[in-house]
């Protein structure tokens, strides 16, 4: 999990709700399975809380997710490719906006949730959630001010 997710889900517990822990073995062979390489921050997260909800809307998609519920990573992938998401793409969270990882290169972007367009990229896990996420959350949450890069 990157250290800025961390810190406040430690701060604020109640505004993140995790999946549980998924098994590195467990996870390296459901992703090698559909032939995904993500990036190793992704991964971690993965590994250390399974997904979940985070704030009062955004989810992240969990690899053990229960399909009925929407949130499996695999079965909202699946289901975006039939609406048009490239092969090229994970698609990670999804809420006010959707999130994924580009195979080719593990750059992190935010989607158009309409036509998979593209709109803002980010340098990883980290950079995603300070950018995106936290801050579109921070302020409504009383979360302390954070050092954000300008990638």
Same mark, same amino acid.
């Given at each position: 999990?990157?250290?800025?997710?961390?810190?406040?889900?430690?701060?604020?517990?109640?505004?993140? #709700?995790?999946?549980? =822990?998924?098994?590195?073995?467990?996870?390296? @062979?459901?992703? @090698? $399975?559909?032939?995904?390489?993500?990036?190793?921050?992704?991964?971690?997260?993965?590994?250390? %809380? &399974?997904?979940? $909800?985070? !704030? $009062?809307?955004? %989810?992240?998609?969990?690899?053990?997710?229960?399909?009925?519920?929407? +949130?499996?990573? !695999? %079965?909202?992938?699946?289901?975006?490719?039939?609406? /048009?998401?490239? $092969? &090229?793409?994970?698609? !990670?969270?999804? &809420?006010? %906006?959707?999130?994924?990882?580009?195979?080719?290169? /593990?750059?992190?972007?935010?989607?158009?949730? +309409? #036509? !998979?367009?593209?709109? @803002? /990229?980010?340098?990883?896990?980290?950079?995603?959630?300070?950018?995106?996420?936290?801050?579109?959350? @921070?302020?409504?949450?009383?979360? =302390?001010?954070?050092?954000?890069?300008?990638?």
């Amino acid at each position: 999990m990157t250290s800025a997710l961390r810190e406040d889900a430690k701060r604020r517990p109640e505004l993140f #709700d995790w999946a549980g =822990p998924v098994s590195s073995a467990c996870l390296a @062979a459901l992703l @090698a $399975e559909r032939g995904w390489s993500l990036p190793k921050d992704l991964v971690s997260f993965w590994e250390e %809380t &399974g997904g979940g $909800e985070i !704030f $009062e809307s955004e %989810t992240m998609l969990a690899p053990c997710g229960e399909i009925a519920l929407g +949130d499996n990573l !695999f %079965t909202f992938n699946e289901e975006l490719r039939q609406r /048009g998401l490239p $092969e &090229g793409y994970v698609v !990670f969270h999804t &809420g006010m %906006t959707m999130s994924a990882v580009r195979l080719a290169d /593990g750059c992190y972007f935010e989607l158009d949730i +309409d #036509d !998979f367009q593209e709109r @803002a /990229g980010f340098a990883s896990l980290e950079d995603w959630y300070l950018r995106l996420i936290r801050a579109e959350y @921070a302020e409504r949450y009383g979360l =302390p001010p954070q050092a954000v890069s300008s990638h």
